[in-house]
């Protein structure tokens, strides 16, 4: 007698495993997603290849995964198109399968085969799929899914480059004072990904776009919610501190109406944000080249400032120290600026 039904299934290959994920996304067409039964049916059979291909990425607690297969079904998810399906399917998806996604995801992405990311530069190809994963903040139930294989993606200039100069990028300045704290937070750590992961591109799209992007930051800077105006003060302080950066911290901090905007954050009720006010303020005060009109923003205002800065204070140790020497070098520098204005 033949007892070959209790033998352990063959192992699908890469290349089944692609198709079958392909075919089974491919399903859930506009007809099977009104059909309750239907509908069920199909998403299992989806969370059953979401399994597979998780086991095939990343072993299966017992083996290691065989990077030659990984590497293959990388390339067979490119060329069978899977990455369209498995980003414009996901709002269909249920919770398990959207974690298996999100796990393969960030394994797919940083997948090297011979010299190239393949996945990163399929993404490079289809520029659309990007556009699509930002506007899924809109979507509470798959936001954090789409944020975290945004982030993915911004890992590599070209994608990060691509975001920032399209449409999409703007709608971050919403996205981030979403109701949903946790959305909100998620598409913070996006933005701020995009603004810090790559120097030269940041910079090439600030130098291009200085006026529409501070317009739109200052609105950040001010706004009524405590976490916003914390975390966008913080960020800014690390973008315009770095070194490509510089020429645009230079014409930042010629500004009237950002140093305006930092004096207003100098009195905040929050003592971070006031001490992060402070090492932007700073700048506009020790800049040896500041305009006239700077000069006379802080001649008229020496006396509260000089009061606001003496009442901060750092906290204790070495930290301390230096913010009060810092701080007394700004005040007797604001003093110098009121003489030289009222000779």
């Excluded at 909100?184 to 790559?198: E, G, R």
């Excluded at 001649?299 to 000089?306: D, F, G, P, R, S």
């Excluded at 204790?316 to 701080?327: A, I, P, R, S, V």
Aim: glycine share 2%.
């Amino acid at each position: 007698m033949s007892f070959s039904f209790f033998k352990p299934s063959r192992p699908k290959t890469p290349q089944e495993v692609a198709k079958a994920i392909n075919d089974s996304l491919s399903a859930l067409d506009t007809q099977t997603v009104v059909e309750v039964k239907a509908l069920e049916k199909a998403l299992e059979e989806v969370e059953k290849n979401f399994t597979t291909m998780k086991c095939l990425l990343s072993g299966d607690g017992e083996t290691e995964p065989n990077m030659d297969q990984v590497s293959q079904l990388a390339l067979e998810i490119c060329k069978e198109g899977v990455f369209d399906l498995l980003i414009h399917k996901l709002p269909i998806l249920g919770w398990e399968a959207r974690k298996d996604l999100v796990h393969c995801w960030s394994i797919l992405m940083k997948q090297k085969v011979e010299l190239t990311y393949c996945c990163a530069e399929y993404m490079e190809n289809h520029l659309e799929l990007l556009d699509f994963l930002v506007v899924c903040y809109d979507n509470k139930e798959i936001a954090l899914n789409c944020g975290s294989m945004l982030r993915d993606c911004i890992r590599f200039p070209a994608l990060a480059k691509y975001i920032l100069e399209s449409a999409s990028f703007e709608l971050f300045f919403k996205f981030v004072e979403l109701p949903n704290f946790d959305v909100a937070s998620d598409a913070f750590s996006t933005f701020k990904d995009l603004l810090t992961k790559h120097g030269t591109v940041v910079s090439e799209f600030l130098t291009a776009h200085y006026d529409e992007f501070f317009d739109l930051y200052e609105k950040l800077l001010t706004s009524p919610n405590y976490v916003t105006r914390r975390q966008s003060l913080k960020l800014l302080s690390e973008f315009l501190l770095e070194t490509p950066n510089s020429h645009i911290m230079k014409r930042y901090i010629l500004e009237v109406r950002y140093l305006k905007v930092m004096m207003t954050l100098l009195k905040d009720s929050s003592k971070n944000i006031q001490i992060s006010a402070f090492h932007i303020f700073k700048v506009f005060v020790a800049n040896p080249n500041k305009p006239r009109e700077v000069k006379l923003i802080l001649a008229k205002n020496h006396e509260k400032l000089t009061d606001l800065l003496q009442n901060l204070s750092a906290g204790k140790g070495d930290e301390d120290e230096q913010f009060e020497e810092e701080k007394e070098l700004i005040i007797k520098e604001i003093e110098g600026v009121y003489q030289l204005v009222n000779l």
